[in-house]
């Protein structure tokens, strides 16, 4: 499935029943983010919350085939990969908009995270740990032959708890089988690989030669981000922080780093694409890391007994408190939503 160039088309794009969502039962709550190509919803589709993300189909012949490419990319990568630090897909449907529902994260993005704890900086476990969490999912997506390219802070969100981080939004995903010549369409270049836009000033539409190596890269960034807390390459714009990466070699200062810890990012950042590790790799550098700076606890001995009674740590109370169970009998009025649109039924049947 897909072209030569790496798109798919709405056309040529089936989806496995299983993954198909019907519209009319989805309950469409408040938004909760918004990129240029589509706003983020918190909802509910048969009774379990979730995140609904709608794409805006743009107004032009090319925007429309450009935007239906990447949505049938985005969902066809997000059915096929599985992973405990990825946002689990739960489906799709194309029309009448086009719609991803996946889990429901209430910890909100890395990005607000980190911005809510300025100017204190993450414990350096609590980092390593949150560095592992992605580290594993892009080593399942680079196991699946899935480049992210995106990876950033804003595209990593947080369970409710805090504790772990999953990988989201694969709108600018691509198969490496199919990026031997790619477009220099990518990600926010703070966070982007060199080779992404060095050689040339690359016009729109372009061909440019990269691997899964660019991922490295941009893990590279975020690392030394959990670490100091900061917005890396400080005082600069985006376009400057990416000229001074690719045409000076310039990168954030790993000075203050432990030796361990320099050489994992310095590595990952390297110049050379080659030269950089995988993530099984990378994953390896940084459990060795976390062992020397929190060993392992002693092994408590299990206990001889086990009481009837004990009391089991409650669920994950999810968005309850916040959205209603819908009950199609008997639906009570909540406040908080009374001036939310109840549904996509609504928005197909009045504007489509």
């Known amino acids: 499935m897909g072209s030569g160039n790496g798109f798919y088309s709405v056309q040529e794009f089936n989806l496995d029943a299983k993954w198909l969502i019907d519209p009319k039962l989805l309950f469409v709550g408040p938004r909760i983010g918004e990129g240029a190509h589509a706003k983020v919803y918190e909802g509910k589709y048969k009774n379990q919350n979730v995140a609904i993300k ?30 405990k630090n990825l946002v689990k897909f739960i489906g799709a449907c194309r029309e009448p908009v086009m719609v991803i529902v996946t889990e429901l994260l209430l910890g909100g993005t890395l990005r607000r995270y980190l911005l809510n704890m300025r100017p204190r900086s993450l414990d350096m476990r609590v980092a390593i740990g949150f560095a592992l969490d992605i580290a594993r999912a892009m080593e399942c997506l680079h196991s699946h032959g899935i480049i992210h390219r995106d990876l950033k802070p804003e595209n990593l969100l947080l369970t409710a708890d805090h504790k772990t981080v999953k990988l989201a939004d694969f709108g600018l995903a691509r198969e490496e089988s199919l990026t031997e010549m790619m477009t220099a369409e990518t990600g926010t270049y703070r966070w982007m690989a ?33 670490i100091h807390n900061k917005l890396p390459f400080e005082g600069m714009s985006n ?34 694409p080659n030269a950089r590790p995988n993530f099984s790799q990378i994953i390896q550098m940084l459990l060795h890391y ?9 092994a408590i001995p299990p206990r001889i007994f086990t009481s009837e009674n004990a009391v089991l740590p409650p669920e994950s109370p999810g968005t309850s408190s916040l959205m ?13 939503m009374e001036n939310k649109p109840r549904g996509f039924f609504f928005c197909f049947n009045q504007c489509y």
Request: hydrophobic letters at 35%; a negative charge; one cysteine or more.
């Open 54 to 83: 709608v794409v805006n189909r743009g107004e032009t012949t090319e925007e429309v085939a450009k935007r239906e490419g990447r949505f049938a990319r985005e969902v066809a990568m997000l059915s096929r990969v599985q992973h």
């Open 194 to 226: 060199p080779e992404l836009y060095s050689t040339v000033t690359l016009r729109h539409g372009e061909k440019k030669h990269y691997n899964h190596k660019v991922d490295a890269y941009s893990f590279a960034i975020v690392l030394w981000e959990l």
């Open 239 to 272: 376009l400057q922080a990416a000229y001074a990466a690719a045409f000076k070699n310039v990168r954030p200062s790993a000075d203050d780093l432990p030796e361990d810890l320099a050489l994992i990012v310095t590595s990952c950042w390297r110049e050379d």
């Open 290 to 298: 976390l062992s020397k700076i929190s060993p392992p606890e002693p």
């Open 324 to 336: 209603p169970v819908r009950d199609d009998s008997a639906e009570t009025p909540n406040p908080q």
